[in-house]
T-cell receptor, first 111, second 117 residues
């Protein structure tokens, strides 16, 4: 069945460091791919998405490229800020009867 | 445009009781999904409703049930509560059934934190 594997956390970085959170998936067909973010005490909100191969989603300095050949959708940011501290969820959608969420990666940024 | 509203935000119940949680979707959205979030299990899909019909269901016992009304508002009920039901319950609304339309975005509420003692 469809599944998603993302980098286990917690991930702790210093401010202005480079961030990569890995995500790979298995799915039938070519699903759209999403990254959601959950800030402390909040629900999830969409961070970015890509709907077809080689598409790059971007928002708030974060980027992720839909790699069909490696079935991956790694999240990157060149210079993280303290305000980026949150839990990040990778989620392929569209190929199954529901969106599958990854286990979440907790990111903590030190000032 | 108002977002997804979940009530109540916090709830404390005793083992064996039942509880009903409410979710009001974004205006115009006809699909409502429910998720259970716990530190150990992450985000697990409970069920999804579209136009008052349950379209998809996750792997939860029959104690977990839901329904959707004609105005798209949804309720989730858990009967005979167990300690392990303590979790953050998240509701998400979308225009279409999640998974049927490849780029359908889910909009989440802030959740209801249920504590069973």
């Amino acid at each position: 069945g469809d599944s998603v594997t993302q980098m286990e956390g917690p991930v702790t970085l210093s401010e202005e460091a480079f961030l990569t959170i890995n995500c790979t998936y298995t799915a039938t067909g070519y699903p759209s791919l999403f990254w959601y973010v959950q800030y402390p005490g909040e629900g999830l909100q969409l961070l970015l998405k890509a709907t077809k191969a080689d598409d790059k989603g971007s928002n708030k300095g974060f980027e992720a490229t839909y790699r069909k050949e490696t079935t991956s959708f790694h999240l990157e940011k060149g210079s993280v800020q303290v305000s980026d501290s949150a839990v990040y969820f990778c989620a392929p959608g569209g190929s199954a009867s529901k969106i599958i969420f990854g286990s979440g990666t907790r990111l903590s940024i030190r000032p | 445009k108002a977002g997804v509203t979940q009530t109540p935000r916090y709830l404390i119940k005793t083992r064996g009781q039942q509880v009903t949680l409410s979710c009001s979707p974004i205006s115009g959205h006809r699909s409502v999904s429910w998720y259970q979030q716990t530190p150990g299990q992450g985000l697990q899909f409970l069920f999804e409703y579209f136009s008052e019909t349950q379209r998809n269901k996750g792997n939860f016992p029959g104690r977990f049930s839901g329904r959707q009304f004609s105005n798209s508002r949804s309720e989730m009920n858990v009967s005979t509560l167990e300690l392990g039901d303590s979790a953050l319950y998240l509701c998400a609304s979308s225009l279409a059934v999640l998974g049927y339309s490849g780029d359908t975005e889910a909009f989440f509420g802030q959740g209801t934190r249920l504590t069973v003692v």
